[in-house]
């Protein structure tokens, strides 16, 4: 009997943090014995095609600034109808291609409006289909910015026309899905909390052992933590260890140059054993991505985290204060990032004892392929 398809739809914008929690699904998926398509429409990013699943790179969009109002493409240069027109093509010639059962939808219609121009018609042709495909919503724990009344109807009112399944990515021990979008009361019918999504550790190695690993994801948001870090590096009571910078694809090369002249502390731009050092260092700083402080979680590495507060995000701000509420992470304001203050808050983190195990539920990738797969039996092909 041929395994059931999925096709799943992710767009990242300015970080590479959808893309890389959408692949780490992606990979469950396939693990689990479906037969997967991931299409991805932000930016390439090298070593996320992730093993058994077919991967289509869609003509490239991203954000043109934090507002996420605009868009340009893969040049920088900003979209227009016409290009609109090409890439809408191009994502239902995949769906097609795909023949999926499943189709997968990260974030929208909860998120991700400035794609509605290729998403509502991708949605009238999967539910046009004979027989009708299961459509999923694939959101992380928390939203970004509060949604008005009107946008919120807007949602649910999509909500109740297409979508069959809502799976959030998160512990609702942790943070509930109302925290961040009001009327989650009127989908609960829908949803399904999976736990959170975490690529498995490394296991084994001495790469970073006893380091102060300093990260920010893929680096576009990221310059100033590095820079106050490496300030606060001769302020703290770790200046005599190793400190390791990880600055991401995505900081501007004068940036990075500029970092890797500083001396005493090694400067790359991403390591493939990230986990590794986090499981090995003796502290983490990082933003509160949603990957990085989850991989920071599973590592139980004690760890400062900065949540991104630029634009109107509040997304990382609620994720760091709730982590903090249950002593995994020591969190300091990016309003209050400081070399003083960050050097304080090392040394507070530095001083505590490692988090204990099982204090949020880390088995979202596997749980949400396993109700993917429960909801395909008894469905037609």
């Not at 929208?108 to 121009?117: D, E, K, L």
């Not at 959101?139 to 109740?160: M, N, Y």
């Not at 399904?192 to 296991?203: D, F, I, L, N, Q």
């Not at 990085?292 to 109107?312: C, D, I, K, M």
Request: net charge positive.
């Amino acid at each position: 009997m041929t395994a059931p398809r999925v096709f799943f739809y992710v767009q990242h914008l300015l970080g590479i943090g959808h893309l890389k929690r959408a692949a780490t699904l992606a990979q469950a998926l396939a693990a689990g014995g479906l037969q997967v398509t991931l299409g991805s429409g932000g930016a390439p990013v090298p070593g996320m095609r992730p093993d058994g699943v077919d991967f289509v790179q869609l003509p490239p969009a991203s954000a043109a600034d934090l507002s996420f109002r605009s868009l340009v493409d893969g040049d920088g240069r900003a979209v227009d109808d016409a290009w609109k027109r090409r890439r809408g093509a191009a994502l239902l010639d995949a769906w097609r291609a795909a023949n999926a059962r499943v189709l997968v939808l990260e974030l929208y219609p909860f998120g991700r409006r400035q794609m509605r121009f290729e998403l509502l018609p991708l949605l009238e042709a999967a539910a046009a289909r004979a027989p009708r495909p299961i459509i999923v919503c694939s959101l992380r724990d928390i939203l970004g910015a509060p949604k008005t009344l009107e946008r919120q109807q807007e949602t649910l009112e999509l909500v109740e026309r297409y979508i069959d399944r809502v799976l959030v990515h998160g512990d609702p021990r942790v943070i509930s899905f109302d925290r961040s979008f009001a009327a989650a009361r009127q989908v609960a019918h829908k949803l399904e909390y999976t736990g959170y999504v975490v690529s498995p550790a490394k296991a084994g190695g001495e790469a970073g052992k006893g380091e102060v690993v300093v990260s920010v994801g893929g680096g576009a948001v990221g310059a100033r933590l590095l820079e106050v870090a490496l300030a606060a590096k001769p302020l703290c009571n770790l200046r005599d260890r190793t400190w390791r910078l990880l600055a991401g694809a995505n900081l501007p090369s004068e940036a990075f140059q500029g970092l890797a002249r500083a001396n005493g502390v090694q400067v790359e731009r991403a390591r493939a054993d990230f986990t590794t050092l986090l499981a090995n260092c003796e502290l983490s700083i990082s933003q509160a991505g949603y990957n990085t402080l989850l991989e920071t979680v599973q590592a139980r590495a004690r760890a400062v985290v900065v949540p991104f507060a630029g634009g109107n995000e509040t997304e990382q701000t609620l994720r760091a204060r709730c982590f903090a509420e249950r002593g995994l992470v020591e969190m300091l304001e990016e309003s209050m990032l400081t070399p003083a203050a960050l050097a304080a808050a090392i040394d507070r983190a530095a001083g505590r004892p490692k988090p204990g195990p099982g204090v949020v539920d880390l088995d979202g990738a596997r749980k949400s392929a396993e109700l993917i797969a429960q909801w395909t039996v008894g469905r037609a092909a």
